[in-house]
């Protein structure tokens, strides 16, 4: 196993960029708590709603709020794990998240290609998926296969099934994709352990995980719950990814935002952790601002690599790996 040079250290040399405090951190630790406690969260599905109840959070079952007392998100954070390994097919390939590993991917998910033969903009293949995961296994800057495209023409119900086909089967590196909801995850865990020897070794070398967002503002709906429900019990790794977006589905201020953001993941986070302590989280962000003059989310912009960097601080705080889409 090969790993990356360490980031994100406190280092005598070098450029770092260290967005808040400790003590800053805090309070945004402490807003997000009252948040979660006071506003609360949308919850789509009875089960999840049954799960927060069991656990002591003030559930309103004809609105679906769930209130969540901060002791609960507490311990959901402290049982999470710190450190996950995403396996590779081929071992060489195996990539270590922990505090001051950095890592790179490639984006998901693209809506339209240009044809390499006939240069027309169209709808992406499943081929076009299978042609970019051999790019990603062959690039060696790139550690980790998302789904780069989806398959348009594939029945669009099993499309999560027919695009981990794709990329599982033309890279040796490990794979990450949204399983659509709770059945089709099973279903992916089982293929994944038959190309790895079973359900025993997939949970010793988890060839691929699992990617989910919470709509904001403040709503885990009924495929978020049941994708963060089964992959708790599956012990699959579940990047709970926040998309908010600052003027449009969260707060216009940047601080507003990240504690909206925060809510949303720790929200989903601790939805998992009831299920099965100790499950893999991966803290994920694809928050940005919005373009107030286009209506569109705003990348690579000033205010996305502040809402990143600050994402990536926040999830070293809690002690918990991270994934933060590019600025």
């Known amino acids: 196993m090969i790993q990356n040079f360490d980031e994100g250290k406190k280092q005598s040399q070098g450029y770092s960029l260290n967005s808040f405090t400790d003590d800053e951190l805090y309070k945004i630790h402490l807003a997000t708590l009252a948040v979660l406690e006071k506003t609360g969260i949308f919850v789509e599905t009875e089960e999840a709603l049954d799960i927060f109840a069991g656990a002591g959070a003030e559930v309103d079952r004809k609105k679906k709020i769930v209130k969540i007392p901060p002791y609960v998100v507490d311990d959901a954070i402290r049982s999470a794990p710190s450190k996950i390994v995403l396996a590779g097919r081929n071992p060489d390939n195996d990539k270590v998240l922990e505090t001051g590993r950095v890592h790179f991917t490639n984006f998901s998910e693209g809506v339209e290609v240009v044809d390499l033969y006939t240069d027309e903009r169209r ?149 998992n952790q009831l299920v099965s302590k100790g499950a893999p989280v991966i803290y994920g962000s694809s928050t940005t601002a919005m373009d107030l003059k286009l209506g569109t989310a705003s990348v690579g912009t000033p205010e996305c690599a502040m809402i990143s960097g600050a994402v990536a601080r926040l999830a070293r705080y809690y002690a918990l790996p991270s994934y933060v889409a590019g600025g």
């Open 123 to 271: 709808e992406p293949t499943k081929a076009d998926l299978a042609d970019a995961a051999r790019l990603v296994d062959y690039l060696s800057d790139i550690d980790v296969c998302e789904k780069a495209v989806g398959s348009s023409d594939v029945p669009q119900e099993i499309v999560p099934l027919h695009n981990a086909e794709a990329m599982l089967t033309n890279t040796t590196k490990h794979c990450c994709v949204g399983p659509g909801n709770g059945f089709l995850l099973n279903k992916l865990v089982k293929i994944s352990a038959a190309i790895v020897g079973g359900l025993k070794k997939l949970k010793e070398r988890p060839i691929l995980s699992f990617t989910t967002c919470p709509v904001s503002p403040l709503q885990l709906i009924k495929e978020c719950c049941e994708i963060i429900i089964e992959s708790a019990r599956t012990g699959s790794v579940i990047n709970i990814l926040s998309m908010a977006m600052a003027g449009g589905t969260s707060p216009v201020t940047l601080a507003g935002t990240l504690v909206t953001h925060n809510a949303e993941v720790l929200g989903g986070l601790t939805l």
